[in-house]
């Protein structure tokens, strides 16, 4: 056994909808602490559209930070932020934090449970299935600079091994069956819509005005 980085859609794809997949660290046997990670992974941009991505860590540990690097090699992967022809690279840091009586901190060990890395959203845009892959040498030189990999904090720049790190791709498959749930623009003109057709209805005016102000609410929100 080893630690394991993997994707894990979240719930059913549903084909116009959207699709948030996580980006997991698990641990395995043995030493288990870490100071960052990178992810290099592929998609079909036929079929699936990459909106972005949530702040790393989910809570866990709420100083990491995880980005698209856009610069120089990376340029190759991430050609925009996010990318959309089908392939990039997003790099973690770790929670940037100081040894106590020499000890790692527990922010920079995988916990029992495993934890997020982050949580990407795809836009479905097939009912055909497809896969969110994690690869180990992106760029197919044996370099690092596009690997998927992470980094021990207990020494400076030493990577887990291949043997040490199990990486697990997503497949996904649309549910042609269901429909997308309405975006909030469309929720928000529906409540636009039914106010308009209550007028003169005192009752459900004012049903309807709450449903509305709970639109626009959502809508602004988010």
């Given at each position: 056994?080893?630690?394991?980085?993997?994707?894990?859609?979240?719930?059913?794809?549903?084909?116009?909808?959207?699709?948030?997949?996580e980006?997991?660290?698990?641990?395995?046997?043995?030493?288990?602490?870490?100071?960052?990670?990178?992810?290099?992974?592929?998609?079909?941009?036929?079929?699936?559209?990459?909106?972005?991505?949530?702040?790393?860590?989910?809570?866990?540990?709420?100083?990491?930070?995880?980005?698209?690097?856009?610069?120089?090699?990376?340029?190759?992967?991430?050609?925009?932020?996010?990318?959309?022809?089908?392939?990039?690279?997003?790099?973690i840091?770790?929670?940037?934090?100081?040894?106590?009586?020499?000890?790692?901190?527990?922010?920079?060990?995988?916990?029992?449970?495993?934890?997020?890395?982050?949580?990407?959203?795809?836009?479905?845009?097939?009912?055909?299935?497809?896969?969110?892959?994690?690869v180990?040498?992106?760029?197919?030189?044996?370099?690092?600079?596009?690997?998927?990999?992470?980094?021990?904090?207990?020494?400076?720049?030493?990577?887990?091994?291949?043997?040490?790190?199990?990486?697990?791709?997503?497949?996904?498959?649309?549910?042609?069956?269901?429909?997308?749930?309405?975006?909030?623009?469309?929720q928000?003109?529906?409540?636009?819509?039914?106010?308009?057709?209550?007028?003169?209805?005192?009752?459900?005016?004012?049903?309807?005005?709450?449903?509305?102000?709970?639109?626009?609410?959502?809508?602004?929100?988010?």
């Amino acid at each position: 056994m080893a630690h394991k980085m993997s994707f894990v859609p979240r719930g059913t794809a549903i084909p116009g909808g959207v699709l948030e997949v996580e980006l997991r660290l698990d641990p395995g046997p043995g030493h288990r602490s870490w100071a960052a990670a990178q992810a290099g992974f592929r998609w079909d941009p036929t079929k699936l559209g990459l909106r972005g991505q949530t702040a790393p860590g989910a809570g866990w540990a709420p100083r990491m930070r995880g980005f698209f690097p856009g610069v120089g090699f990376y340029q190759a992967y991430n050609e925009t932020v996010p990318p959309a022809d089908g392939d990039g690279v997003y790099t973690i840091w770790g929670p940037l934090v100081g040894r106590v009586n020499g000890q790692i901190p527990q922010e920079q060990m995988i916990p029992d449970g495993g934890f997020i890395l982050s949580v990407f959203a795809f836009d479905v845009l097939s009912s055909e299935p497809s896969e969110v892959e994690l690869v180990r040498d992106l760029d197919g030189t044996g370099v690092a600079l596009a690997d998927t990999i992470v980094y021990r904090a207990d020494v400076a720049g030493m990577p887990y091994t291949a043997a040490e790190l199990d990486l697990v791709s997503a497949t996904v498959t649309p549910d042609a069956s269901q429909t997308p749930p309405p975006t909030k623009k469309e929720q928000l003109m529906q409540a636009l819509s039914d106010a308009s057709m209550a007028h003169g209805k005192p009752g459900e005016q004012l049903l309807l005005l709450v449903k509305l102000q709970a639109a626009v609410n959502e809508f602004i929100g988010g």
